[in-house]
């Protein structure tokens, strides 16, 4: 779930509680057709090769992008739908791309345009651009549309509509864990200490970190709660502040919201915002004495925050782009809701920086595989409580409202599932778009 213009997703999500990290388990369907599509037959034949070659050579893909090259996550999926078409064959210039459209009917209209130059798989990266997607599906029922980071295709009734999204809260865990590890070499050597650093601690003796969100939606929720959870799987005495920027991706307020949650005491910065802004900050008062490292999202900081920057989460939209166009290629079904994470290597951390604490890369290598095997799971609901009550259910409404006029309008209507199982809260597999939006004890939104 990407960008997001007046439809508040998180308000559409009804979460009841009941008191008393490779990854969850995606729905079969989901997990063996990405694998399928990764790996072509060795007993193919020459005509079917032909037939595919051919198939490479006359299809068109559209591409409709909220941003260009120059935004973090815009330039993600660019990377991951070009290795998509090397693997598959497909020629440069079968592909169209439309840069910087807005989350508006400018999408709608793109998608005409795509489609009537030919172009009958068309996606789209953002989620504001769903809507918009959907409209174009109902018209162009010949064609298939990709709507990334979507939320509604499965409950919306038009087998044209998919959406995907990977399991990135698995690497925003990770992206703790190493965190935490730099906190943990920290207080070992006696540097982060409450004598030495007294703004750095709370009043309960927990070390402050912060965090720079763009919007409170369930996606930077379920990410926020994911990097808290790693970081206080190594140090358990930490306290998060998120502060949210309302902006995808705006250099300056990332900046200028890193800039206070540094003055606030904070000594690890993470971010789902797009810009390096707030490494570039973090790096500069670093500089002028602050104890600070920075986390980031998307693309490696290391340039920006060389002194500073420990790793980024980031996703490798290739995984699934090549899965998708292959299926296409072949006339087979795309999955309606697709979600994979470490399992599929869909997702991971960048280069561990020079600050990182020895050891981590041996310890980032565990973990990864307890998550892949199944031992680690991000959201094992033993490990957090909520209003301080451990939970043992959390019931997740499926449909879709349209909040764009203050009050929900139900579009599509869906079942309400649990997201709790085998006592953990299950994400991305009820649909691929995250719906963690528990807003669990050790962490504050804004605070003054």
Known sequence: ??????????????????????????????????????SASAAASAPAEAETNQAAADVKIGV????????????????????AMAANGIPDANVLWKYK?????????????????????????????????????????????????????AVSGKPNLKNAFTKVYESRYVAGVVAGLKL????????????????????????????????????VVSGYTAF???IKSIVENVAMEVKYTQSWFDIDKEAATAQALVANGCVIIGQHADSTG??????????EGSLCFSVGYNVDMLATAPSVALTSATNNWAIYYTYAFKAFLAGEDIAVDWADGYAADAVAITDLGPACAEGTKEKVDEVIAGIKSGDIHVFDVSTFTVEGKNIDSAMIDT??????????????????????????????????????????????????
């Open 1 to 38: 779930m990407k960008k997001f213009i007046g439809i508040i997703l998180a308000s559409a999500m009804v979460l009841s509680l009941a008191a008393c990290g490779s990854t969850g388990t995606a729905p079969a369907a989901q997990k063996s057709e990405p694998a399928a599509a990764a």
């Open 64 to 83: 409709i992008l909220v941003g260009d090259e120059t935004e973090g996550y815009t330039a993600a999926h660019m990377e991951g739908i070009k290795a």
């Open 101 to 153: 459209v807005e989350e508006n009917s400018d999408c709608y209209d793109a998608a005409v345009d795509l489609y009537a130059s030919g172009c009958r798989l068309i996606l789209a990266n953002s989620y504001g651009h769903q809507t918009y997607m959907d409209q174009a599906a109902a018209e162009f029922s010949d064609a298939t549309f990709l709507s990334m980071t979507g939320d509604f295709a």
């Open 184 to 219: 943990q070499e920290l207080i070992d050597a006696g540097e982060l200490t409450a004598d030495k650093y007294p703004n750095s601690f709370d009043k309960d003796g927990n070390i402050k970190i912060g965090y720079v969100g763009a919007f409170n939606y369930a996606e």
């Open 228 to 230: 808290y959870l790693g």
């Open 278 to 287: 707030a490494p570039a900050m973090c790096e500069k008062l670093s500089g």
């Open 399 to 448: 449909s879709y409202y349209d909040w764009s006029t203050g009050s929900p309008v139900l579009v599509y209507e869906g079942p309400e599932v649990e997201a709790v199982q085998d006592g953990y809260f299950s994400e991305s597999t009820i649909r691929s778009a995250p719906y963690f939006a528990l807003r669990i004890d050790g962490i504050t939104e804004d605070a003054d």
